[in-house]
């Protein structure tokens, strides 16, 4: 078949139409079963195409493609190459290429650049460049170097055939012990307007097309100022609170993000309480999406929700209810369609088109309402220019997929955030003593000093440990680090009795702001990451590189100012042990 034969099969693939003809020439040939496809954005995972994933109890690719009509994933977990992450692309591809449409699959994906693994936010790096956390990305105070981050994310991104990223995420870590600050810029609503518009520009580039990954800016209308620090991923969390009267603040990164050109955007699972606003999840709320980010901002790109709204899950085997925080009364098919009349033109991880087939049956959903988020849909896919070249190059894929100077440049930054908070003369130390260190692979410490096995032989001792969190009651609620951020008795007894037989360094990863007085009154020395290998960590101690990050955040003094102080309000726990920007120069 010649590419005349194509165009005329599918005139919608002819490029010397505009976007907005090739729009309506689809549109007009599809069906609503078809239709209906478009508006389900659900996980998949590398593998056959034909197995269904066990994990998150979802069909098989083949099933969401040719019985769903389905085009938009979201790419769950990693493969040991970019080729293999590349090939299943392409197969995965093919088959969208086989449908009657033709139309090509658009793959999304939560960050997985850094260091953590999540499976509600986020995937470890895999053959990725390695980065801090966007926390860390924050600690740099350098929107360069977001940028630089963020276009070798998106050179990574596209080379496998990732052309959606969820994320960045500007929300304000306002509240010490939300769970899901560790992808935020942190605490000020001026940084974090400045990085997250820099981090727009890398993954978009310089104007959107073929070579960009678009960017859903989230959790519009801001996600931080969360009852008592829990997570809206869970009922206890379902509740967003303004005692500080500051609903308005947490706009401002969304307005510079908007500013930027982020092209789609997501809301948050939770409720706001005591606002101007409907008391319903914001996927639900019409008066947030239509009245705010529709007509006040103007924005015509894409909304999607946030992952499972509609329907009941299982995640690991354990139940979990919808996040239909505010209107958990409603059957599916009623959520459906409160979302749809809100505005919102995608429902994140769910593929239940039946559902919506039923609501356009019963005339609850006119078809006009249909085209309006479809025409939205579409546009993004021939914007991203996958109706035209979907596939990648797969030998590309394993050069450019953990290129050296990508790797490079994220060591880089990884010793560029590392923030030292305290030190007494013991850094940076000379290479050559004798090491004790807990959490640093020994191999990689024996390149800066003799390790040893006790605290008692060492000249120096170095601690790596994790902010403090409670332990829930499911598996997946443990990827949610909530609750005190005191450190026990044990870990502090610990630090104390090796700080008091050698000079101890501790750093620790502050995936939220741990409350550190004890150990800084016990420690030679204390640093904060929030990603750093080892290597990158003993170049900063050691002096081989600068000391250079900065607090994306206040460091609580404790727990009793964390809890009295107002989870909207930035910067509002009494008498800081260290405040935002603190950060010493070795």
Known sequence: MTDTDVITARPWLDTSLTIDERVQLLLDEMTIVEKAGLFFHTMIAIGDLDEANPIFGTPSAREFVEVKNMTHFN??????????????????QRLAAS????IPVTLSTDPRHSFSENPGASILAGPFSQW????????????????????????????????????PQVDLATEPRWARQTATFGEDPELTGILGAA??????????????????????????????????????????VYPGGEFELHLKPFEDALAAGTRQMMPYYGMPVGTEYEEVGFGFNRSVITGLLRERFGFDGLVCTDWGLINDAEIFGQPFPARAWGVEHLTPRERMRRVLDAGVDQFGGEDCPGLLLELIADGSV??????????RILREKFELGLFENPFVDEDAADEIVGRAEFRAAGEAAQRASVTVLTNDG???????????VEGIDAEIASAYGEVVATPAEADLAVIRLQ????????TFENFFHAGSLEFSDGVLDHVRAISRTVPTVVDVLADRPPILQPITDAAAAVTVNWGASGAALLDVLSGVASAQGRLPFDLPRSMAAVVASRPDVPFDTADPHFRFGHGLTL
């Open 75 to 92: 790419l769950l977990g990693a493969a040991p190459t970019g080729r293999e992450i590349a090939a299943w692309q392409n197969e995965l």
């Open 99 to 102: 449908t009657r449409l033709g």
């Open 132 to 167: 801090p956390e966007t926390l860390g990305l924050a600690a740099t105070r350098d929107p360069e170097l977001v940028q630089r981050f963020a276009d070798i994310a998106r050179q990574e991104y596209t080379a496998v055939g990732l052309r959606v990223a969820l994320h």
């Open 199 to 240: 981090y727009i520009r890398g993954f978009q580039g310089e104007s959107f097309g073929p070579g960009s990954v678009s960017t859903m800016t989230k959790h519009f209308p801001g996600g931080g100022p969360q009852l008592d620090g829990e997570d809206p991923h869970f009922p206890y969390g379902r509740e967003q």
């Open 366 to 375: 006119s078809e006009d309402r249909l085209d309006i988020s479809a025409r």
């Open 426 to 436: 013991a850094l940076p130390f000379a290479t050559g003593l004798k090491l004790y």
């Open 467 to 474: 902010a403090p969190f409670e332990q829930r009651d499911t």
